[in-house]
């Protein structure tokens, strides 16, 4: 069984400039999650979703960041202007539902470095 | 606000010794704490859950427990092995949200 993937595994911008990740998690996975993660620390939860539905956004800069799920399956997260800041790995997580086993299974992460 | 800790500073042992790391929680009381593995450039690993009622788990060489009344939880690897050396990652799970702390190094010596 194919695990959660993601796109692009590397990227390097110029500040100011837009970026998206790209996440497919296990097939039958209702919870989606993005956290970030910056070198050294663990991974913060940027948004959480049950099926379509962003249930948990209170971590997301919403005045850059946005996200959805179409469908309830894929999910995009975007950066747009990106700044020096958001230099960090964008790890997508998922799990049957949030409350059921408590497994999250991440995919490889995104790497994002913003010169 | 709910806090997770780990210690920062890694830890270095000898191969076939037992590795103890130490997770502790304040401000508020977990429903259940993981442990996560994770190597360099690669995502987190899930390992083993404990849940709150229960003192004690066990997975191979792997052992984690679960003190409600310390907020700790201790992650033991026996008989370690250079391949355990890696990041470990608490999370705790709690109010609808799971936080994770920093992580510990551990670097197994042959």
């Known amino acids: 069984e194919a695990g959660v993937v993601q796109s692009p595994r590397y990227k390097i911008i110029e500040k100011k400039q837009p970026v998206a990740f790209w996440c497919n998690p296990i097939s039958g996975h209702n919870t989606l999650y993005w956290y970030r993660q910056n070198l050294g620390q663990g991974p913060e939860l940027l948004i959480r979703y049950e099926n379509e539905e962003a249930v948990d956004d209170s971590q997301l800069p919403k005045d850059r960041f946005s996200a959805e799920r179409l469908k309830g399956v894929d999910s995009t997260l975007k950066i747009q202007p990106a700044e020096l800041g958001d230099s960090a790995v964008y790890l997508c997580?998922?799990?049957?539902?949030?409350?059921?086993?408590?497994?999250?299974?991440f995919g490889e992460g995104s790497r994002l470095t913003v010169l | 606000s709910q806090k997770i800790e780990q210690n920062s500073e890694a830890l270095n042992i000898q191969e076939g010794k037992t590795a103890t790391l130490t997770c502790n929680y304040t401000?508020?009381?977990?429903?259940?704490l993981q442990w996560y593995r994770q190597d360099p450039g690669r995502g987190p690993v899930f390992l083993l859950l404990i849940r709150e009622n229960e003192k004690e788990k066990r997975k191979e060489r792997l052992k984690v427990t679960f003190d409600t009344t310390l907020k700790q939880s201790l992650f033991h690897i026996t008989a370690s092995q250079p391949a355990d050396s890696a990041t470990y990652l608490c999370?705790?799970?709690?109010?609808?949200?799971?936080?994770f702390g920093a992580g510990t190094r551990l670097f197994v010596k042959a």
């Open positions: 401000n508020y009381s977990p429903a259940y």
């Open positions: 997580a998922s799990s049957f539902t949030f409350w059921d086993t408590g497994e999250l299974f």
């Open positions: 999370a705790s799970t709690g109010g609808f949200k799971t936080i």
